[in-house]
């Protein structure tokens, strides 16, 4: 809300609602993945803190065997951020992250797995696919809390908006009443998007409510941002 206010962040709006009609654009163009060829598979996550008036985030990655579950790689990085949040274009605030994790990757991924959403989406234009589409990889956006906005409707435990159904909710733990969401970022369809992710799900040595694939980033990112702040000192953002 307070970054609507601004009125020095109108242009900005303006730029980046161009930015993101392109890479709509872009996705008329995609070649969906096969199945078959996904070998390696990667999970991101990002957390923010404030120290000094300069906001930091970190992001991790975890990079996993897709028919084995084992996991190949696991790291973080650390950035300043120079943009604030902003519901509806969180890619330009996380992208410069996500952009360093994919650069600092040891191991190539077949496809990553983004803690956020796809074309779950007002403009089809989330982060997973925005992402997706600046870096031509698949991408699948998995996000723990449902980001509603008007004219999405749901039915049973589909979303669907301007007729297309853009997203999914999932129960990974049956016990749990918390849902995830699924959306397809960039070359997966939503249908693959779900079996990717229910078959990584069963590598999980506990029942969980959240993703196999991002929850351990989630776990590295907040350890980090904990030792910071005990460290330096800072809030959480």
């Not at 996993?64 to 951020?81: H, K, P, R, V």
Request: charged residues 25%; neutral net charge.
């Amino acid at each position: 809300r307070d970054f609507f206010l601004n009125n020095n962040n109108e242009n900005k709006l303006k730029i980046w609602d161009k930015e993101q009609e392109k890479i709509v654009e872009e996705l008329k163009n995609q070649q969906y993945i096969d199945l078959n060829n996904i070998k390696i598979i990667a999970g991101i996550d990002c957390a923010y803190w404030e120290n000094n008036n300069i906001t930091y985030g970190v992001i991790a990655w975890q990079i996993f065997d897709y028919l084995t579950g084992e996991i190949l790689e696991e790291n973080t990085a650390m950035s300043e951020i120079k943009e604030d949040y902003c519901p509806g274009y969180l890619y330009f605030r996380e992208g410069p992250l996500m952009k360093l994790a994919l650069k600092n990757m040891n191991i190539v991924p077949d496809i990553i797995c983004c803690d956020g959403n796809g074309l779950l989406h007002p403009k089809f234009c989330g982060e997973a696919t925005h992402f997706g589409v600046k870096e031509n990889i698949p991408t699948i956006g998995i996000a723990k809390n449902l980001y509603k906005f008007e004219g999405l409707e749901e039915s049973a435990d589909k979303f669907i908006y301007k007729t297309q159904i853009i997203g999914q909710k999932v129960f990974f733990n049956p016990e749990s009443t918390k849902a995830n969401f699924i959306s397809s970022g960039y070359m997966v369809a939503l249908k693959d998007a779900i079996d990717i992710v229910y078959h990584m799900q069963k590598f999980s040595k506990v029942k969980s409510k959240n993703s196999y694939i991002t929850k351990g980033c989630d776990h590295l990112v907040r350890e980090y941002q904990r030792k910071f702040i005990e460290k330096y000192g800072g809030i959480k953002a």
